[in-house]
């Protein structure tokens, strides 16, 4: 390798960092439909949501008109101490593939909780102890999301309570010990500790729970719970809206550079990343400007985009949330346990939805984890960080784009979100490397066992 | 917090990178003693040396003379995917502690094999890929350098067989799965697979292992197989010239905006990373300028310069090695498994050792566990980052400055060095947590029986 004329990694100077928050809903033509109240059908009210979230977070989430949001001088501090997040040229994987293209990744995971979660981690915790609020609960699957809020929680010194699904947490027992070191008691859901978790224990004893279930009953506890309230990090709007300091930061460094994207790639599980590395890219296509052509990346063992239905549908298992208008699988749909590595959820944030549904996300492409691990393999032998089954998803389409380009020649500009590391996941890895991995496809009749479940809404669909 | 005039993470440009290491070798007043042939008692030649090292690492063991030394160019490309690494403002520990004291830490954990250990084992497997090598053995403990290795050898595609030793790999699988997933070869040690092992074992089967245990199979392979070399990741003078990167990095950066350290703190296993981040300051020192107090921590169950003696030994439990001049607890000495993390080495670095003697290093602190995981812990919470346990001593020592300072009022700038995370860690912390961690601490009982290993060498001690 010779000297390269644009470095390696390009950090923005403190001063460059962004201190405001897109919120990409101010722009879109038609908005994601509002949360709906299951009892009424009506949308939920900001009185309602209260119940839930903290105030700040309630009107964020229902904001669909202010384009910048100011980010509190608290959380821009704290953002210092692990952004910002280098963008990264990828000059080895490019010599590796022997590829034209030029190959950038924004990379999430240079903190403890080793992903993009902490960003919002972060203001969730924030606007609570602002609001006076002693605790959160909340659910976490991987454990990168749990991490995250210990994080914030520990540092603002609120009390947390996270129901980890139990499959992931009997897989990555390290994590709970992570979450507990910053303070955070940490349940196997479904658990004995709701009602919704005894009555899915008491139907299913081996119940190895999911995301939805987990979700429920950290609802039920928050909104039980003197000075409580519950935190998600995904799906929401205000998630996307925190998370768009990703793709914020990574414009600004792209300009600084000279580069253009053609190609702007993001795993999607609930939509956090993806929604927040495209959002100032997607605000200058729709403001008629020059954009890059944007691939969702999902896992074809939960293929929400290209395989969901567009429909009103309950968030959780245990059908305790408000629905959402949303790309779904059917919130009683549960990815084979052999599927290793987050982006487990049956449903995709409304705002993504909406877009994909609007023809202004370009593609979604579902691809199997045999297929992914081997990026992820081959990407941490040649760039040194072992990432994410979840980020090796976007890895995995980054790289066929590229070897595109190395059949066409064309140089095109490939950049991805690279959002978290994989130390947690290394009995997935060892899976991969023992050949013991499978891959899981559900059938059409597997898919229809979850659709039977998303509500028919008389005259709302 | 206000706004703060230098930034939470000084970055250098790439231009500012070093482009040669320092060898305070040529500095030093009175040269670290040569390695001996422990059958001759005469220094070891570089014939000698080249067969358990390859040629231009043996070439730098021995050059005490040059004081700058160029950083091949495939080795400043491969620093450019992880280094710079951030200089870190802990505004956020100096609030907790209430301390007037400026605390920094050089941050090294930023790569996949979470620590320092990357910037030699680059290096390492460099020279053996220019020298036609096919392979590369060696050992590792807690598994920052078998990872560290693993990666470096993945990327110049060199086979790699690591000796780890058996206690740590099995309080850590996952650090094995870590390093098979970069296609190194990974052994417990002691093992059936050597002469030192075997022999080792039919003594006592349920031997723990320790890093000189696991040196002597590592070196008895490499000397054994064609196309083979040894690589070490710390006490060697080249790893400590590698390791110059941290310190000289970390030089910059304080000159970039205008701070001069006063207190300038790291931990002390075999001495890579002490070495490594007070090279150039020793430097000043030694040309008679301004230097900060120099403190090394080490733990007080493995007390090797506190109370440790400065003689001939071994580097290794098998007494294949030749005989490096040290402080030492005699090769022999294996600190209770109770001992959690690093820093588990009988020796020291000769260049720290000649210098500690000497008088140049100020200070040499040991400090018990329970109280590095109290700092860890809290440090955790308030800086984001869950540190290594190795790291933490560092830690430690510096807020126990810091505390001194808050007491003096004195505005004292400390630096430290944050050599990585400690996320393959989680049993100790949680031992921390649910207090069955226990602090040991030896008897001068327990020391004599390591004392008496040591060789006495005829006319020279």
């Known amino acids: 390798m010779t000297e390269k004329k644009i470095p390696y990694k390009i950090y923005l100077e403190e001063s460059e960092m962004p201190r ?43 904001d669909d008109t202010t384009r910048e949001i100011p980010i509190p001088q608290e959380i821009q501090d704290f953002y210092k101490m692990y952004r910002p997040s280098p963008l990264v040229r990828a000059y080895c994987l490019e010599e590796k593939l022997q590829t034209p293209a030029k190959i950038y990744y924004k990379f999430e995971g240079n903190n403890t909780s080793g992903s993009h979660k902490l960003n919002s981690a972060i203001a969730q915790a924030y606007y609570a102890k602002e609001q006076g609020l002693t605790s959160l609960t909340t659910e976490t699957g991987a454990g990168q999301w749990g991490t995250a809020l210990a994080m914030a929680c520990g540092f603002f010194g609120l009390d947390l309570h996270v129901f980890m699904v139990k499959c992931s947490a009997q897989q990555k027992p390290y994590r709970k010990a992570v979450m507990e070191t910053y303070n955070a008691r940490v349940t196997e859901s479904p658990s004995a500790e709701t009602a919704v978790g005894r009555a899915i224990l008491a139907k299913d004893p081996d119940n190895t729970g999911s995301l939805g279930t987990a979700i429920s009953e950290a609802v039920e506890e928050a909104t039980s719970t003197e000075g409580c309230r519950y935190a998600l990090g995904s799906v929401l709007n205000q998630v996307l809206l925190h998370q768009s300091i990703i793709g914020l930061e990574t414009k600004t460094a792209l300009e600084k550079i000279g580069v253009e ?58 059908k305790v949330t408000p629905l959402a208008k949303m790309y779904t699988l059917g919130s009683g749909f549960i990815p084979s346990p052999n599927h290793a590595g987050g982006l487990r959820y049956h449903g995709m944030s409304p705002v993504l939805s909406q877009l994909y549904h609007d023809g202004l996300i370009d593609e979604a492409r579902a691809v199997e984890q045999t297929r992914v691990f081997e990026a992820a393999t081959l990407f941490a032998r040649v760039e040194g960080t072992l990432p994410a089954p979840e980020s090796a998803h976007a890895i995995r389409v980054a790289m066929d784009e590229a070897l595109k380009c190395k059949e066409t020649g064309e140089e095109k500009v490939i950049v991805f979100g690279l959002t978290g590391t994989g130390y947690f996941d290394m009995a997935a890895y060892s899976a991969f490397r023992n050949g013991t991995m499978v891959d899981y496809i559900p059938t059409d009749e597997d898919l229809a066992v979850g659709f039977a479940n998303i509500p028919h809404l008389e005259g709302i669909q």
């Open 20 to 62: 405001t928050w897109y919120n990409v809903r101010a722009d879109m033509p038609i908005k994601p439909a509002p949360l709906l109240n299951p009892g009424t059908g009506k949308p939920m009210t900001a009185e309602e949501l209260g119940g839930v979230f903290c105030d700040e977070l309630v009107k964020q989430e229902l």
């Open 261 to 318: 994207p053609d190609i702007l790639i993001g795993c999607a599980g609930g939509g956090s990343n993806l929604g927040g590395l495209i959002a100032p890219f997607m605000g200058d296509r729709l403001a008629g400007k020059r954009a890059p052509y944007f691939i969702a990346v999902e896992p074809a063992s939960c293929p929400t985009l290209t395989r969901g239905t567009f429909a009103y549908d309950f968030c959780d298992v245990g």
